[in-house]
T-cell receptor, first 113, second 116 residues
Framework: DAGVIQSPRHEVTEMGQEVTLRCKPI?????LFWYRQTMMRGLELLIY????????DSGMPEDRFSAKMPNASFSTLKIQPSEPRDSAVYFC???????????FGPGTRLTVT | AQKITQTQPGMFVQEKEAVTLDCTYD???????LFWYKQPSSGEMIFLIY??????QNATEGRYSLNFQKARKSANLVISASQLGDSAMYFC?????????????FGSGTQLTVLP
């Protein structure tokens, strides 16, 4: 089975531009998570969905960040406008029922100049 | 609130030897799960092993085992017969089970270096 798929793998953009990160979870998983990882703050949960519904978005840093999950096989994380401090690796992860282990995608390395 | 503490920022081990990575946790909940993840330099996060708080046996997955000591609130990862490919950052995480919350709380990680 395919794992979690993220695109793009690398994104370089200029400050003020809109950035959209994409994620396809593992088929059959009903939880989807967006994380951000930086050296300074480590791994931070931004938002997670259950059955396409956002459950907890308390980690979303500010209104510039938004996330959607229009169906069970696709989610987006959008940053508009982007700022240099948004530079990080963004991970998407999914999990099913049971013990709750999360399976991570390869990440998107975002650089905002 | 849950908290995970990994007190070893970096560890070194000789190839073929065993190594223990420490993890302590804090929670008032009785039902919870503990997880370990590996993050090699390539960046992906790889799920390694899971232990439930009510599991009587310590979890094992190949060369990985979890030394679960509930009274001490510790969930140390033991890697036997270390290999060069084990060099990576290792994260301990926990999740309270029951209820609707599914978040994992992660520790700060331990950077393991396996020496030839």
């Amino acid at each position: 089975d395919a794992g979690v798929i993220q695109s793009p793998r690398h994104e370089v953009t200029e400050m003020g531009q809109e950035v959209t990160l994409r994620c396809k979870p593992i088929s059959g998983h009903d939880y989807l998570f967006w994380y951000r990882q930086t050296m300074m703050r480590g791994l931070e949960l931004l938002i997670y969905f259950n059955n396409n519904v956002p459950i907890d978005d308390s980690g979303m840093p500010e209104d510039r960040f938004s996330a959607k999950m229009p169906n069970a096989s696709f989610s987006t994380l959008k940053i508009q406008p982007s700022e240099p401090r948004d530079s990080a690796v963004y991970f998407c992860a999914s999990s099913g029922q049971g013990s709750g282990e999360q399976y991570f995608g390869p990440g998107t390395r975002l650089t905002v100049t | 609130a849950q908290k995970i503490t990994q007190t070893q920022p970096g560890m070194f081990v000789q190839e073929k030897e065993a190594v223990t990575l420490d993890c302590t946790y804090d929670t008032s909940d009785q039902s919870y799960g503990l997880f370990w993840y590996k993050q090699p330099s390539s960046g992906e996060m790889i799920f390694l092993i899971y232990q439930g708080s009510y599991d009587e046996q310590n979890a094992t997955e190949g060369r990985y085992s979890l030394n679960f000591q509930k009274a001490r609130k510790s969930a140390n990862l033991v890697i036997s017969a270390s290999q060069l490919g084990d060099s990576a950052m290792y994260f301990c995480a926990m999740r309270v089970q029951g209820g609707s919350a599914r978040q994992l709380t992660f520790g700060s990680g331990t950077q393991l270096t396996v020496l030839p």
